[in-house]
């Protein structure tokens, strides 16, 4: 497995393949998925959960005498593209990595596909979800250039050639609007750029192996430190990969199924993600649809989405 320092992108070795009847069910739970959430309420609990991907349940987290998280529960379901909010500090890398596999919980669960997950991830780990993490800073290697960067895991584990690797990384970073940048160094490129470079990182995959299983990306502060522009670039890649059924940037049908980006920025609330969850003092104290944000009478939200001095969050 990757160590947090050494890559942008989480991607153990959990592809499997799955049988036809894997299959249906993917197309089952994609179908699920374009429904709103809210026309579940009345189904039975077995059917209300057999879209959700990744479940948090209870989890505890503290480092040293920090108590960081202190019973977070939520769920991502297939198709979902969802926010987490939070001032800072309040531990939502934390949360990232403890969904990602990288940090094991100090009490409660995660359950991936309804599966809880012993410890943290390995390769051994058959979860039928393979989950991404691109992380806060690009955290490109300053000694490599963008293509190894990009192909770094293909270079390193997959049986592809180095042209269908070269090839293969020039059209991501064309999917992400980047060209003629393979044989620069991270030192070479702009804070955007090399975000973008670290996106492509992330959606790169190994063409050569049939997986279909579904895909969950988990992006810390993506568009952190960008420039309006440059950020609705970002905002837009997001949405362009996410799995909707038409073809995404690289024309290909879009690969994740649900994403969750961790963000402070209102452009990226507005359109990057549907659903936001509100983290604050180790628990969510408040989730909703996007729209919803700005009109919600909670104190802690109001004080969040207009930034202002007064209300319970002290600074
Ligand atoms: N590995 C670690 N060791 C010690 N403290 C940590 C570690 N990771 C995070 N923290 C602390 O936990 C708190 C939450 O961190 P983080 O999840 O990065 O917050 P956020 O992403 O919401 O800003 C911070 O006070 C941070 O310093
Ligand atoms: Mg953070």
């Not at 479940?55 to 987490?84: M, Q, T």
């Not at 806060?136 to 270079?155: K, M, P």
Request: proline residues 3%; aromatic residues 6%; contains cysteine.
């Amino acid at each position: 497995m990757l160590s947090l320092s050494s890559s942008s992108l989480l991607r153990p070795s959990l592809h499997c393949r799955a049988s036809s009847s894997d299959r249906s069910l993917g197309r089952k739970l994609f179908c699920c998925s374009m429904a709103p959430a809210t026309k579940f309420h009345n189904l039975s609990k077995l059917e209300h959960d057999s879209d959700v991907l990744i479940e948090c349940r209870d989890v505890y987290k503290s480092f040293g005498d920090k108590h960081i998280l202190k019973g977070v529960s939520f769920k991502i379901r297939h198709g979902e593209a969802v926010g987490v909010i939070g001032p800072s500090g309040t531990g939502k890398s934390t949360i990232l990595k403890i969904m990602a596999g990288l940090l094991a919980p100090d009490k409660g669960e995660v359950y991936i596909r309804g599966k809880k997950r012993a410890g943290l991830i390995s390769d051994e780990e058959i979860s039928g979800l393979r989950i991404g993490l691109v992380f806060q800073s690009a955290a490109l290697f300053d000694s490599l250039t963008v293509r190894e960067n990009v192909g770094f895991l293909l270079y390193e584990s997959s049986k592809m050639s180095e042209n269908q690797i070269s090839e293969l990384v020039t059209q991501t970073l064309a999917a992400v609007g980047l060209k003629g940048v393979e044989n620069r160094l991270p030192s070479e490129l702009s804070g955007g750029m090399k975000k973008r470079v670290a996106l492509a990182r992330s959606l790169i995959f190994d063409t050569t192996k049939e997986v279909i299983e579904p895909e969950v990306l988990l992006y810390d502060e993506p568009t952190a430190g960008l420039d309006p522009i440059a950020s609705t670039v970002v905002e837009d890649l997001i949405r362009s990969v996410h799995m909707t059924g038409e073809e995404d940037a690289l024309g290909k049908p879009g690969k994740i199924a649900s994403y969750l980006v961790v963000t402070h920025q209102h452009s990226t609330i507005q359109r990057a993600v549907d659903r936001l969850l509100f983290l604050y003092e180790g628990k969510i104290v408040w989730q909703g649809m996007t729209h919803e944000f700005t009109t919600s009478a909670n104190p802690i939200v109001q004080q969040f989405a207009t930034g202002s001095l007064d209300g319970p969050i002290r600074y």
